[in-house]
Structure formats: structure tokens, C-alpha cells
């Protein structure tokens, strides 16, 4: 039991701290109205573990306090990301290909409203919620499920896992 214990909390951790990597690295795309997080491409990891949960999660917190983000975006953005990965892991059995549906759906909704109240964004909601949708997609459909396959390749060769 401890160990599985250790293991979830061990996902988690790096799974946060890659998130918060990713933001980092590329801060200059990853905030305002106009955004392509890359780190959003690690939203289908729910897909694989429940750990991505906690871990984008909290990953998300930090990096938007280490990115500066106001107390309403720290709050709010990370609900998106924890909405996006709670159903991505629900719909984990579903198909892979729905892996990505949650969070662009979450952020798409919520992140133009953070924009629009928390940092006075002149822009209108609705141009803002096609910015994000398609930094979104692009993160979570495109580099996400990129993602995803690489790691059933991975999971498979290492496990001897059937593919999902």
C-alpha cells in the first residue's frame, strides 16, 4: 500500500513540475488573451494516471504564481485545468480521442472570463474563447495527443500493455 501511496505522489510531483518547466520556459506564449500554453499538452495525462489530476493541477498554481498571474487567474485557470483533467480521466475509457476534449472545452470557457474580469482585457469574450480554444487545440489536440501516443508506444514496449 505505501508503495502505491509513493507512486501517486511521485506522478504527481513531476507531473506538476514539468507543467510549471513548461510554462516557465515558454512564458512568453503561455499568458493573455492570445496564449498557446504548451503545457497543456500534458492534460492527457489523466488519460494515463489518476496522479495527472493533483499534479496539473498543482502545477498549474504554481506556475501561475511564479508567471504572475492575479489571485482571480491563479484561482480560476487552475479550476479550468482541474475540470479539463478530472473528465479527461472519466473519459479515459471512453477513447483516446477524447483525451484532449475536456481541457480545451474548460479553458476555452473559463479562461476568457478570468481574462476579461481579472486583468480588464479590452478584448471581447467571445475573441478571447477563439484565442484560447485554438492555443487549446493546438496544445492539447496537436502536441497532446502526440503525446498520448508516444506514451501507449512507450507502455506497451515496457509493459506489455495492450493498446487502449
Not at 506564449?29 to 498543482?58: C, D, K, M, N, W
Not at 480588464?120 to 496537436?142: D, K, N, P, R, S
Amino acid at each position: 500500500m505505501k508503495n502505491k501511496k509513493a507512486l501517486f505522489i511521485t506522478q504527481a510531483a513531476v507531473i506538476a513540475a514539468l507543467y510549471v518547466v513548461l510554462v516557465v520556459v515558454f512564458n512568453y506564449i503561455s499568458f493573455g488573451p492570445v496564449q498557446f500554453r504548451v503545457a497543456e499538452a500534458l492534460t492527457i495525462l489523466p488519460y494515463f494516471t489518476p496522479a495527472a489530476i493533483p499534479g496539473l493541477f498543482i502545477g498549474c498554481i504554481l506556475a501561475n504564481v511564479i508567471g504572475g498571474a492575479v489571485i482571480w487567474d491563479i484561482i480560476f485557470g487552475s479550476i479550468a485545468t482541474l475540470i479539463g483533467a478530472v473528465f479527461t480521466y472519466l473519459l479515459r475509457k471512453k477513447s483516446k480521442f477524447l483525451a484532449p476534449l475536456p481541457p480545451v472545452l474548460a479553458n476555452t470557457i473559463i479562461v476568457p472570463w478570468v481574462l476579461k474580469y481579472a486583468y480588464g482585457a479590452e478584448e471581447m469574450v467571445w475573441f478571447m474563447a477563439v484565442t484560447v480554444g485554438i492555443g487549446e487545440i493546438l496544445a492539447c489536440y496537436v502536441l497532446g495527443m502526440i503525446l498520448l501516443f508516444a506514451l501507449n508506444k512507450v507502455r506497451r514496449q515496457v509493459f506489455g500493455e495492450d493498446n487502449k
